[in-house]
């Protein structure tokens, strides 16, 4: 019998997971009460923006895979928002800056996408009302929650950039000082914004009294953004991208997400017999990171706003392509990585309901605490993700106004027989392929149940959280024998303990199409649980 770090949830009416536990509850409630999995999706990350500040919020972006059992499809919605139109390269580097700075209001480049993406999935799917689905979020907004250790360790390790501007402090640093895990937080400012949302759909955050704060305490720190930066968002909808692996169909969301990487590694992988690689195995590590190094080439050359470069997703996706990557790979030895690598923070969200709808929805205010700037009274954390855009002019990903910027953000399903088989995703930045390939495939080419595939040893190559490394990150579960093999292979391994935050907080759902039976796992190295009735 498979050892667990928890039991693997299994259910008929409904699944949920999420990386807190509250906000597991409130989907699992929100879909006891009759709302399907788009409604349980929106209540479970409208609760994460509240509970788990520091990995995600309102003032970030979103991206979903929604599969409607009604019409037996797969639909995905771009929540991510664009550079405000007077962004331009020249304002950072007029004022002294090489880059983009990474934290406070210059940071907030690009408009928050998450709450029109929320608004745009429940228009068109939603069965229960706004006022119903955000409840959860507003109570624990006005009324309190306890800070979770997580929460606690993350404000402790950020307390100067906290620090920095008034608004965040006296929102994030109750008294001055980081909050203590199990210590009673309120955010009174996000509780009434979140109300707005649930009395207004859209309006209530893009237009009226809330854009208006957001743009005024931003114009008061010099920032270049005007009210139709807001007004004039609108999320994105469009069909997955493909690729079919051991015979299951495999959907990503398109650029401006990474969610191409996901599907070309799992094409090389399909090139090897893994019946002969242990998934613990040094050779499985080295493969799926020999593998990343190619396809990290290709996404930087090409991933921006898909209005702004061709991106040759029909030869990057051929099973053609993905045989010479194969071919590249040689098992005894590293090959050279001269990309740039980038950071992230983000959550993930994954909901069946009774019905056979699915939801995989990944959302993120990019580096943890987004850009640590509370714009004003709005009680608004905005996100960073559009620091990532560059000043040279020449890059793929430069800054331009009006503009969708390079995503990590990548949520996952595959099919079998066009309907959901499994329903994943991660945080993690560029671990996010990594950690999405190790539990397709530890699913469908080991047989794992997803509690075991979310709980077996993993690794990160590239960078997380802003760091500028290029080293293999390994939890030390896969033991000394297996680090050193890698070490000798090449690679420059650092151990990072035994369940490591750097290598992602995951979520999976299998569906059997067999029994009906919804199989939920949830990531030990994360706060939160898979739930189900």
């Known amino acids: 019998m498979a050892q667990h770090t928890r039991a693997l949830m299994q259910a008929r009416s409904g699944a949920v997971s999420s990386p807190h536990y509250l906000a597991s509850v409130a989907g699992l409630?929100?879909?006891?009460?009759?709302?399907?999995?788009?409604?349980?999706?929106?209540?479970?990350?409208?609760?994460?923006?509240?509970?788990?500040?520091?990995?995600?919020?309102?003032?970030?972006?979103?991206?979903?895979?929604?599969?409607?059992?009604?019409?037996?499809?797969?639909?995905?919605?771009?929540?991510?928002?664009?550079?405000?139109?007077d962004a331009c390269r020249d304002f950072y580097g007029k004022a002294g800056h090489k880059r983009i700075p990474e934290r406070g209001p210059l940071a907030a480049v690009t408009v928050p996408g998450a709450v029109d993406s929320w608004c745009k999935a429940h228009e068109r799917f939603g069965r229960l009302g706004l006022d119903e689905i955000l409840k959860p979020a507003i109570t624990y907004a006005r009324d309190g929650?306890?800070?979770s250790a997580g929460q606690a360790q993350f404000s402790m390790d950020r307390f100067d950039i906290l620090s920095q501007t008034a608004s965040t402090r006296n929102a994030y640093?109750?008294?001055?000082?980081?909050?203590?895990?199990?210590?009673?937080?309120?955010?009174?400012?996000?509780?009434?914004?979140?109300?707005?949302?649930?009395?207004?759909?859209?309006?209530?955050?893009?237009?009226?009294?809330?854009?208006?704060?957001?743009?005024?305490?931003?114009?008061?720190?010099?920032?270049?953004?005007?009210?139709s930066d807001l007004h004039e968002h609108h999320g994105i909808w469009s069909d997955p991208i493909t690729t079919t692996y051991r015979g299951l169909t495999a959907c990503q969301h398109p650029p401006n997400s990474q969610g191409f990487v996901h599907l070309m590694l799992l094409n090389v992988l399909e090139q090897f017999d893994l019946s002969k690689i242990p998934d613990t195995s040094p050779d499985y590590t080295h493969l799926i990171v020999e593998a990343c190094k190619h396809i990290f080439e290709d996404r930087d050359r090409y991933l921006t706003d898909p209005a702004h470069c061709d991106i040759p997703l029909d030869q990057l996706l051929s099973?053609?392509?993905?045989?010479?990557?194969?071919?590249?790979?040689?098992?005894?030895?590293?090959?050279?990585?001269?990309?740039?690598?980038?950071?992230?923070?983000?959550?993930?969200?994954v909901v069946v309901d009774k019905d056979g709808n699915a939801v995989s929805i990944i959302q993120s205010?990019?580096?943890?605490?987004?850009?640590?700037?509370?714009?004003?009274?709005?009680?608004?954390?905005?996100?960073?993700?559009?620091?990532?855009?560059?000043?040279?002019d020449n890059h793929v990903n430069c800054l331009e106004g009006g503009k969708l910027c390079f995503h990590t953000l990548m949520p996952g399903m595959l099919l079998k027989d066009g309907r959901p088989y499994l329903v994943y995703g991660t945080m993690g930045g560029e671990g996010q392929p990594q950690t999405s390939t190790m539990i397709a495939s530890r699913v469908v080419d080991y047989g794992l149940d997803v509690q075991t595939a979310l709980d077996r040893p993993r690794w990160l190559y590239g960078r997380t959280w802003g760091e500028?490394?290029?080293?293999?990150?390994?939890?030390?579960?896969?033991?000394?024998?297996?680090?050193?093999?890698?070490?000798?292979?090449?690679?420059?391994?650092?151990?990072?303990?035994?369940?490591?935050?750097?290598?992602?907080?995951?979520?999976?759902?299998?569906?059997?199409?067999?029994?009906?039976?919804?199989?939920?796992?949830?990531?030990?190295r994360g706060d939160g649980v898979a739930l189900g009735w």
């Open 145 to 147: 929650f306890p800070v």
């Open 468 to 524: 500028d490394t290029k080293s293999l990150r390994v939890e030390t579960r896969f033991g000394a024998a297996a680090l050193d093999d890698l070490r000798a292979r090449g690679h420059t391994v650092e151990p990072v303990g035994e369940w490591s935050d750097l290598t992602g907080h995951a979520a999976a759902i299998r569906c059997d199409p067999d029994t009906g039976v919804l199989a939920a796992g949830a990531d030990a």
């Open 173 to 227: 640093l109750p008294g001055g000082k980081p909050p203590e895990a199990g210590s009673v937080m309120r955010l009174p400012q996000l509780g009434e914004t979140l109300q707005s949302i649930a009395a207004k759909g859209r309006a209530g955050f893009y237009e009226g009294p809330v854009a208006d704060e957001i743009v005024r305490a931003l114009g008061a720190e010099g920032s270049y953004w005007q009210k």
């Open 319 to 349: 099973k053609e392509y993905a045989k010479e990557i194969a071919g590249r790979i040689r098992m005894n030895h590293v090959a050279e990585d001269l990309r740039e690598p980038m950071g992230q923070d983000t959550t993930c969200t």
């Open 365 to 392: 205010i990019y580096h943890e605490f987004g850009s640590a700037f509370v714009a004003g009274e709005s009680g608004v954390l905005l996100q960073n993700r559009g620091s990532s855009f560059a000043l040279d």
């Open 29 to 85: 409630g929100v879909l006891q009460k009759g709302g399907n999995a788009v409604d349980a999706a929106i209540a479970i990350n409208s609760t994460l923006g509240v509970v788990y500040p520091h990995m995600t919020g309102i003032g970030g972006d979103a991206f979903w895979l929604i599969y409607d059992s009604a019409e037996n499809k797969v639909h995905a919605l771009n929540g991510t928002g664009r550079s405000a139109k």
